[in-house]
């Protein structure tokens, strides 16, 4: 390996390349250091520069990130919440894998909760419990995959773009939910806008020796099944083809239309039972006006996984601790939670940032662009 | 059929307009923006942010300068702002525009709030109103000339407004009609070929960006400052991605893009309109109306969506 080296100056065609070879483990690790850690160090950095403006003491901030998020049993809360979270991720991994931008998800995920939490008080005392979450959990599933049929059919047969099709059954949505609340699902012992609360022992049981609902098993078990079905399945390669060329898949006689459709309803199903696992294992109710609007801030991790089901459960856990200690710290702080949208927002700019500068490298090529250079010298030519 | 009788009278058509106007004219200036940097083949995502961030920079200017002029300058200043981050990392640097969109939205709704509620959490402070401008002889028009409910007549609006309807008129000539609107058009439909004419691609959608993200502060602005008169985090509720589609739905037509934004507000406006015609509806379904409004639109006219060829396609010289 190392004796490439050797035959240096014998011949000029065969120079020795400049730079000594990294050893492949090596230059992996790097690779993984630089793309996906750097940018949240950056964003953290940047945050506390923030921080510091607005004369908060960042160091004490991310201290009490740490103290409510990981010590002490503060490590279990974070999992607790790690399993919507897990299960959206899967669901906008599969999706962007097919290189369609499924934005819709607050709606489908509210939708998804407001008629668990609507049917689900009943539900457990009527029927054993096993099927009560089965049936739920489907339910879910299936609110938030029918909720993706009108921005995929209007894809799949017109070519409308997704991102504002998605986007519109999501506004449509939350208020949907809202108005089931206060109306249909609403619990008559109570003037709040707000559905009958789950008995606390017919919850999602938890894993024997935490409070860790059996919603993360599910979770667990999304990801797994997402990582397979795109790495190990025909289905699979079809939706990255679709992905990365429409036309070519076309032309390998791929049923795009199909494909676009059943990708988004497999999108909208998980996103459904992020919404089941969340009421069933945590908050056992839903109130109008709730909007925890999960999926807005997992999107970055999702693609700092670099569209890896396997490689987004450290990110997703990485982030249910910063959100669940980010809560203590900004209430500790005086500031509104919504601080962590900058820092999510931050750790998105620098990712896109240093995968150019990652690409760049690796091609070798320059860091400013030939057009750039161009235009610039354009410019001083005529000033 | 009381309902319809108190439908059908000039007043609630009155207040129909003119709430349409107040309502439609943020949605207008940000979809003007919007229209220019797609057809210069940018897709902005990032609108929402934008306008938060203009909405912001407004209230402030508005509130500590005193006067509303103030507020727009902030407003235009604070949008020209976040839209270089977009200049930079997606013109210049060719980066993923929808992932750029979605961080600058998340970093301007979150800083807003964050700042908005440091700082003013407890005071809550008000704009004053913003005085109108009457039009000379239109104003004394019996009924439609009118306030009504204590709106501003229909024909003494703030001066921004008839500004704002110039502005369109101005866009759509020199979309047609000049230089630089053919280079606009050239580099969202073949950069290669303005590229080949020796136009910079990058320099006219630079311009196109920074213009977007102006007139979207300025959209933001005007929210705050004549819409709501006043600021709360998250104020935009969405209207920034409405702007994207009305531009859609326009095809990038300064005027279409007029009357859509109208009709947006006044579905928008729809709930005290409602009160007036006295049917009350859950704000809820009110709410739904708008969006609603948007996908049976885009189901009916689906087919004549258009979206130039090289939109949200950074261009790198001589990749193929």
């Known amino acids: 390996m190392t004796s490439t080296g050797t035959t240096a100056g014998e011949h000029p065609l065969s120079a020795p390349r400049r730079r000594p070879r990294r050893s492949l483990r090596g230059e992996w690790l790097l690779d993984v250091v630089m793309r996906s850690i750097v940018p949240v160090l950056l964003a953290l950095v940047a945050g506390g520069v923030l921080l510091a403006a607005l004369g908060r003491n960042p160091f004490t901030f991310y201290g009490s990130i740490w103290t409510g998020g990981i010590s002490a049993g503060a490590w279990q809360d974070s999992a607790i919440r790690m399993a919507p979270f897990l299960l959206i991720a899967a669901g906008l991994t599969l999706i962007f894998r097919a290189n369609i931008w499924n934005l819709g998800y607050n709606g489908q995920f509210l939708l998804a909760a407001a008629l668990v939490s609507g049917y689900a008080p009943k539900l457990v005392n009527d029927v054993p419990l096993w099927l009560a979450f089965a049936v739920l959990f489907l339910l879910a ?29 999501s506004f449509i949505g939350i208020d949907v939910a809202s108005i089931l609340i206060k109306g249909p699902f609403h619990d008559p012992s109570t003037p709040l806008p707000q559905t009958a609360v789950v008995p606390l022992d017919k919850m999602l049981p938890s894993i024997p020796g935490t409070r860790i609902h059996i919603g993360l098993l599910v979770a667990f078990g999304a990801v797994l099944v997402v990582h397979w079905l795109l790495t190990r399945t025909s289905w699979g390669l079809r939706l990255q083809v679709m992905g990365a060329n429409p036309r070519a898949a076309r032309h390998f006689g791929i049923d795009l239309p199909r494909l676009i459709i059943v990708s988004f309803a497999a999108s909208g199903f998980l996103v459904g039972l992020a919404a089941c696992a969340d009421i069933m294992g945590l908050w056992g109710y839903i109130r109008t006006g709730w909007n925890p609007a999960y999926g807005d801030t997992i999107i970055p991790f999702v693609f700092l996984a670099r569209l890896n089901a396997l490689a987004v459960v450290p990110f997703v856990a990485f982030f249910s601790v910063l959100s669940t200690g980010g809560d203590l710290a900004a209430q500790q702080a005086n500031l509104p939670t919504d601080f962590l949208l900058v820092l999510v927002g931050l750790i998105l700019l620098f990712m896109t940032v240093i995968e150019y500068l990652g690409r760049q490298r690796e091609l070798g090529a320059s860091y400013v662009p030939a057009g750039l250079r161009e235009a610039f010298r354009l410019r001083r030519r005529t000033a | 059929m009381i309902v319809a009788s108190q439908l059908w009278t000039q007043i609630f058509w009155t207040s129909a307009i003119a709430g349409g106007l107040v309502a439609g004219l943020p949605l207008m200036f940000t979809a003007l923006g919007e229209s220019i940097s797609e057809r210069a083949g940018v897709l902005n995502i990032g609108l929402e942010g934008m306008m938060l961030m203009g909405a912001y920079c407004g209230f402030l200017g508005a509130y500590y300068g005193g006067n509303q002029w103030y507020g727009y300058l902030a407003g235009i200043g604070a949008g020209t702002l976040s839209s270089v981050v977009m200049v930079v990392l997606c013109v210049w640097l060719g980066l993923d525009q929808i992932v750029v969109g979605i961080a600058i939205t998340l970093a301007g709704e979150g800083i807003t709030s964050v700042l908005y509620q440091t700082r003013f959490s407890s005071s809550e402070p008000r704009l004053g109103d913003v005085p109108g401008t ?35 008129f101005t866009l759509t000539w020199i979309f047609r009609r000049t230089n630089v609107g053919l280079n606009l058009r050239a580099a969202g439909e073949k950069p290669e070929a303005l590229d080949a004419a020796g136009v910079s691609v990058l320099a006219t959608r630079s311009y196109a960006v920074l213009s977007t993200g102006a007139l979207t502060g300025l959209g933001g602005a005007y929210l705050a400052i ?11 509720q969405g209207q920034g991605y409405m702007a994207i589609v009305i531009a859609m739905l326009a095809r990038g037509r300064p005027l279409a893009v007029v009357a859509f934004s109208l009709m947006f507000g006044i579905a928008l406006s729809l709930s005290t309109l409602l009160q007036i015609a006295g049917i009350n509806l859950s704000p809820e379904v009110v709410n739904i109306l708008p969006f609603a409004a948007i996908i049976l639109a885009l189901m009916v006219f689906a087919r004549r969506a258009y979206l130039p060829p090289a939109l949200a396609l950074p261009y790198l010289r001589g990749a193929r």
Do not use: C, H
Request: charged share 10%; proline share 9%; no cysteine.
């Open chain 2, 134 to 168: 009457p039009i000379p002889l239109l104003d004394r028009i019996p009924v439609l000339g009118k306030a009504i409910n204590g709106q501003s007549p229909l024909f003494s609006q703030p001066l921004v407004v008839y500004l704002g309807l110039a502005f369109a």
């Open chain 2, 226 to 236: 004549a819409g709501t008169g006043g600021f709360q985090p998250f104020l935009t």
């Open chain 1, 141 to 169: 599933g299936a609110v938030g995959a029918v909720w993706t049929v009108v921005p995929s059919v209007l894809k799949a047969k017109y070519g409308t773009n997704e991102i504002i099709t998605t986007l519109m059954m």
